[in-house]
Nanobody, 125 residues
Framework: QVQLVESGGGLVQAGGSLRLSCSAS????????MGWFRQAPGKEHEAVAV????????YYSDSVKGRFTISRDNAKNTVYLQMNSLKPEDTAVYYC??????????????????WGQGTQVTVSS
């Protein structure tokens, strides 16, 4: 049974930092492209950051580029999202998602077949 479990969300002041973790089980993690998506109230899912399954390429949305960093530790079956210089507009539920050897359309949520339950990030002004 595949499970993705996010942790690390919370309440932080603008300008602060948080590190999200997504622990995976039941799948060959090193062969999975992993993405972080977020959904704010009244808004669509947004692909925030993606790390390709070989870990050689990453993607960031323009809204987080330069502030967020995605990384993975295949030995721990975990993907991370380090979020710095947080802004109130970063407030959302953050989800991790995975798809086996995904290399194309990796910002499209329908391309992912495994999802975590989400973790709330709230940034106060």
């Amino acid at each position: 049974q595949v499970q993705l479990v996010e942790s690390g969300g919370g309440l932080v002041q603008a300008g602060g930092s948080l590190r999200l973790s997504c622990s995976a089980s039941g799948l060959p993690f090193s062969s999975y492209t992993m993405g972080w998506f977020r959904q704010a109230p009244g808004k669509e899912h947004e692909a925030v950051a993606v790390i390709i399954w070989r870990g050689e390429n990453t993607y960031y949305s323009d809204s987080v580029k330069g502030r967020f960093t995605i990384s993975r530790d295949n030995a721990k079956n975990t993907v991370y999202l380090q979020m710095n210089s947080l802004k109130p507009e970063d407030t959302a539920v953050y989800y991790c998602a995975g798809r086996y050897q995904l290399r194309n359309e990796f910002t499209v949520e329908s391309r992912y077949n495994y999802w975590g339950q989400g973790t709330q990030v709230t940034v106060s002004s």
